[in-house]
Structure formats: C-alpha cells, structure tokens
C-alpha cells in the first residue's frame, strides 16, 4: 500500500470514528434527559412534588452536564416534611466513571423542614453547593458528599446560625 492510499485511509477511518462518537454523545444526552424525567415523574408517583422548568445538555465531547432550572423537591404528607427550591443545579457524568455523578448548584436555594418535634418549621439557604453520588450496585446511591458554602439556618435573628463553609459525607 503506497504512503498516500494509507494516509487517505487513516483519515477517512478517523473521521468514521469522529462522527459515529458525536452521534454517540447526542443519543446518550438525549437517554440522560430521559432519566431525569423519569426520575421526576417516579418521586411524583411516590407522592413527593418533584418539578424542573427546563434541562440543557452540554458538555460535547468529554463529558455530560445537564442544567435543570428551577428544582423542587417536596415530601408531602410524612413527617419531617421536606422542599428544597432553587434557580438551578447542574450534575455531571463522564462515561469513564459511570457510577460518579456530580453536581453543583448556585443562587439563592432554599430548604425547609417540617417536623412536630421541633415545634414548627426550620427553615435554610444557600448560596453554593457542590458533591457527588457514587452508586453502587443495581443503581443504589452508595455515598454522598455534600459541601455547602455560605449556608445559612434559621429566619430569626435570635435563631440564626450562619456557615460559612459545611462538608457532609
């Protein structure tokens, strides 16, 4: 085979490659999409409130992060109730590491829990969050790590308990 049968080969063999991995990338974005809506539409079936504005893909080509606005998360009808709002939270996935997904989330969230032991609500923000969710088998979440910065507790001045920085395994 002479040097520019070889190279034309190579090139074209490449470029097959280039474009079956791009195709790739977008049908597994797409599936990546699914899952959060299913994930939603299972927790409203559990009877938690679970809602999203939108989700944007991004990431091409290494990784996958999806950008869901406007998260809620509510518990409704148990004790200690829970919502957790926000503007956004991004998660992250590579292939590489498929048990991995990580997430951050930035803006004004907010927390609340309910709970008849401690008199009322206990109501939290934060400005930044960041962690991971390692899975272990069968797609049970194995580990969480949770980092909160500037987290804030309580809504009175007198029960009012600000940090600046919490790390929670």
Known sequence: MTNGKW??????GMTGLALLYSA???VIADRLEDVVTRWTAERREQGWIASYSAIQLEGFPFAWRANITDPTLA???????????????????????????????SGGHFLDLIDSSIDGTAKGSFRHAKG???????????????????????ERDSDRVEINRLDAT
């Open 7 to 12: 190279v034309r080969k190579t090139a074209i």
């Open 24 to 26: 790739a990338w977008y």
């Open 75 to 105: 518990s409704q009808g148990t004790l200690p109730a829970f919502r957790w709002s926000g503007p956004a939270i991004t998660l992250d996935w590579q292939p590489w590491n498929a048990t991995r997904i990580g997430f951050t989330a």
């Open 132 to 154: 991971e969710m390692l899975f272990g088998a069968r797609g049970a979440l194995a580990r969480l790590t949770l980092t909160l910065d500037n987290a804030i507790l309580g």
